[in-house]
């Protein structure tokens, strides 16, 4: 357990480089455009005046070229955040699931807690202690069979009884928010006992 | 486009009204059509003939219009529509009719619909049409009808409306739609179509999990459940306008249920309270009151059309199963006893009965039981789930989903469970039916 903490940290330390550097190199890139930016633009501020049509075409020309460049360089600055934010994502979910936060399982039309699930939420209950920043979400799912609409009522009690089960053990239930996604969102497309087994659950989501 | 079919719509129903009654309709019901015996009426509708022969456009006219009168009263499941070539009796244009009843009786007509066509100039059309009692040689009515925009289908609907009038009491269901949710893959959204399966239109453009379109009983409204926003909320879209409002956003669910008879109030599912509880929405007051409190699941209610009670699925008995309670959420009463699987009840715009789906040999079938939970008849039987029964306005028919391996379709059978008619068949998922309110 101490070890697995361990990797944890220095993972969390590794994740927070990685931002920094990222960070650096965002910085950088834009530095960067802004000195193409600059060569670009200042021929044109000690341009010797010519023939007047010419002026005014080359003048139109050189605002047209101004603002194309201004325009790329934004839709640069645009791409590269919208990466670095992409990265961010990723990073954070990969050390969420990092985690091991583990789904938990229903029997056919039940929301009661199995056994094998309070295990599981025990574990999980851990986790979310010691990740105690994290909202959580309790995403209820259903298998495909019987109706949608009180599917999605019985994907609502299941996030709800896994939501109380959270709080009995000592999650503030003001970290806690329930969905319910019914039958819409299987984990297995498959249609049969197998796939239904994994389909009527509650799954987790740290955000 | 639809400006403009309303205001066909408002042309020939004002014509109509100063159209010549030369007799009439008898206003007598001749055969209870909800018995369980009932079969169909065996009518013969001839080519309608021209009494102006030199007129050309007439000459496609005629035989078009019966064309779409037998199409319409085709869709009422409640006539075997006679093969005009097993006819006897010619109809010779520009004689009058002298009709010998023993023809259509031996070929097994016991009504028979004659028209004539009287003008069909570019837009004018007058038509006269009457309906005969084969078997006791007797006129049931002679109506003259006068259109202005060259519709023939709502002439013909006009037309087939007053033999459902003559016949059974009432108009049936022309002028209605039906919604309904296609599935793709994750995504769904909200369609209509008219009840001949016609002008299928999109309506919502959500591309996320949307459900149970509910018609407000005035045609006003349309209101469902999306998960648009990220979490389910109910919308509530003007028809008219096209505008949606987001009408319940509590947190964990909001289901959309049905509305009040008077169109004023919402019924939904809502887990705020931490448990699935049937509320009453007040449309305009934007007030709730709480109807359901138990510790199980309450969802998918249903208003009966005289206002008194609400049906819905609770599983506080063990497994879902149908109930009714008072307006007030008092004197709840289980009404299902077969089976462990009763959900989606729809109540009879005529009062008195419930459908439902219900699983039994592992398939879903449509039911219907009265409000005592009994005279149960079960309405489906083929090898396909069949979900989602919704009564048309007439209380006549059922539309009903089904699906069966890859193949998905919207049905329509009479309310006896005879004469299934599929109004569309797709590889998609086809889901949650909604018959709308009769349209003026």
């Not at chain 1, 498959?190 to 799954?203: K, T, Y």
């Not at chain 2, 599929?422 to 086809?430: A, I, Q």
Request: glycine share 6%.
């Amino acid at each position: 357990m101490k070890k697995h903490l361990t990797l944890i940290g220095l993972l969390m330390v590794f994740v927070f480089g990685l931002t920094i550097f990222s960070g650096c190199a965002e910085k950088k890139a834009v530095v960067k455009d802004e000195a193409i930016q600059e060569q670009k633009v200042a021929p044109t501020q000690t341009a010797p005046v010519a023939v007047k049509d010419d002026e005014a075409a080359r003048r139109a020309k050189e605002q047209a070229d101004r603002e194309a460049a201004l325009k790329e360089q934004a839709d640069r600055e645009a791409a590269l955040k919208a990466q670095a934010a992409k990265d961010r994502a990723a990073r954070n979910a990969a050390a969420l699931n990092d985690l091991n936060i583990q789904n938990i399982y229903f029997d056919y039309d039940k929301s009661s807690i199995r056994p094998d699930a309070r295990e599981i939420l025990k574990a999980n209950a851990d986790i979310f202690t010691k990740n105690s920043a994290a909202k959580i979400v309790v995403e209820g799912h259903c298998d495909e069979r019987g109706t949608a609409e009180y599917n999605m009522a019985l994907g609502e009690r299941r996030a709800q009884e896994t939501k109380q089960y959270l709080v009995n053990l000592g999650i503030n239930v003001s970290r806690l928010e329930t969905i319910s996604y019914g039958e819409e969102r299987p984990a297995n497309e498959a249609h049969d006992e197998a796939a239904w087994a994994q389909n009527r659950r509650a799954q987790f989501l740290l955000k | 486009m639809k400006n403009k079919y309303t205001f066909n719509i408002f042309i020939l129903f004002t014509f109509l009204l100063i159209s010549i009654l030369h007799n009439t309709a008898l206003a007598k019901v001749y055969i209870d059509i909800d018995a369980p015996g009932f079969q169909q009426f065996p009518i013969a509708v001839c080519d309608f003939q021209n009494k102006k022969a030199g007129a050309v456009p007439s000459a496609e006219f005629n035989t078009a219009i019966a064309d779409n009168i037998r199409h319409y009263i085709d869709l009422s499941g409640i006539f075997n529509i006679l093969d005009k070539k097993s006819f006897l009796e010619g109809v010779e244009p520009g004689t009058p009719e002298t009709i010998r009843f023993s023809d259509w009786s031996v070929i097994g007509a016991d009504f028979l619909l004659r028209g004539d066509m009287i003008i069909a100039g570019q837009n004018d059309v007058i038509v006269e049409s009457r309906l005969y009692d084969v078997t006791r040689g007797q006129m049931l009515f002679n109506k003259k009808y006068l259109d202005k925009t060259g519709d023939l289908s709502a002439l013909a609907r006009a037309i087939a409306a007053d033999i459902l009038l003559a016949l059974t009491g009432d108009e049936g269901d022309f002028n209605t739609k039906i919604a309904f949710v296609i599935k793709k893959n994750a995504r769904s959204d909200i369609y209509t179509m008219n009840y001949n399966a016609s002008d299928m239109k999109n309506l919502t453009n959500h591309q996320n999990i949307v459900a149970a379109p509910r018609w407000s009983p005035d045609g006003q409204y349309l209101a469902f459940t999306s998960y648009k926003s990220g979490r389910p909320e109910v919308y509530l879209r003007n028809l008219k306008t096209g505008k949606e409002k987001n009408v319940s956003s509590f947190p964990g669910l909001n289901l959309c249920g049905s509305f009040s008879p008077d169109s004023k109030k919402l019924l939904l599912t809502l887990s705020k309270d931490n448990n699935e509880e049937i509320y009453a929405l007040d449309i305009d007051a934007m007030t709730l009151k709480r109807l359901t409190h138990s510790h199980s699941i309450d969802v998918s209610p249903a208003w009966s059309p005289d206002g008194k009670k609400i049906a819905f699925v609770s599983n506080r008995s063990g497994s879902p199963q149908i109930f009714l309670m008072d307006t007030d959420g008092n004197n709840v009463k289980r009404i299902t006893f077969e089976g462990n699987y009763n959900t989606s009840p729809s109540w009879s715009p005529r009062g008195g009965r419930i459908a439902y789906e219900g699983l039994i040999n592992h398939k879903y079938q449509i039911f219907s039981v009265d409000e005592e939970g009994n005279n149960l008849i079960q309405l489906t039987f083929d090898d396909a789930d069949n979900e989602y029964p919704s009564w048309s306005p007439s209380g006549r028919q059922i539309v009903f989903s089904s699906r069966q391996g890859s193949k998905s379709r919207i049905s329509i059978m009479n309310s006896n469970g005879l004469n299934t008619r599929v109004l569309k068949e797709n590889k998609d998922h086809l889901v949650m039916p909604s018959w709308s309110p009769k349209f003026k």
